[in-house]
C-alpha cells in the first residue's frame, strides 16, 4: 500500500526554522498531489500547503510568505520550509499523498504526524 514517514518536528522559538520531510515508501504507485495538513489541539485539521506533480503550489493565508512546499518526484519525498515561526503554527503535522497504482485504483495516503512547538 506503501507509507509516508514525515520527520524534522520539534520544539522551536518563535522567529525561528523548522524543514519538515516526508517519504513515501513502496513501489508500484506514482503520487499526484502531496500536501502538508496540520491540526492543533482542539481545532480541525486544515490543509496548509498543497503542491501538484508539476509543481504547482498553494498555501492557505495564514502562511503564506513563510512557508514553502517542494517535492522531489525521483525520490517520492515532499519537504516544508517553516520560517519566521509563530506560537499559532503548533500542531501536529500531517504529510498527505494522492496514491496511484492504475487509473482504477487511487487512494489517499498519510503519514503518521509529527509534532511542531513553537514557544513564544
Known amino acids: 500500500q506503501g507509507q509516508l514517514v514525515e520527520s524534522g518536528g520539534r520544539l522551536v522559538q518563535a522567529g525561528g526554522s523548522l524543514r519538515l520531510s516526508c517519504v513515501a515508501s513502496?513501489?508500484?504507485?506514482?503520487?499526484?498531489?502531496m500536501a502538508w495538513f496540520r491540526q492543533a489541539p482542539g481545532n480541525q485539521r486544515e490543509q496548509v500547503a498543497i503542491?501538484?506533480?508539476?509543481?504547482?503550489?498553494n498555501y492557505v493565508d495564514s502562511v503564506k510568505g513563510r512557508f514553502t512546499i517542494s517535492r522531489d518526484n525521483a525520490k517520492n519525498t515532499v519537504h516544508l520550509q517553516m520560517n519566521s515561526l509563530k506560537a499559532e503554527d503548533t500542531a501536529v503535522y500531517y504529510c498527505?499523498?494522492?496514491?496511484?497504482?492504475?487509473?482504477?485504483?487511487?487512494?489517499?495516503?498519510w503519514g503518521q504526524g509529527t509534532q511542531v512547538t513553537v514557544s513564544s
Open positions: 503542491i501538484t506533480s508539476g509543481g504547482s503550489t
Open positions: 513502496g513501489s508500484g504507485f506514482s503520487i499526484s498531489t
Open positions: 498527505y499523498a494522492r496514491i496511484y497504482r492504475s487509473i482504477y485504483n487511487s487512494y489517499d495516503l
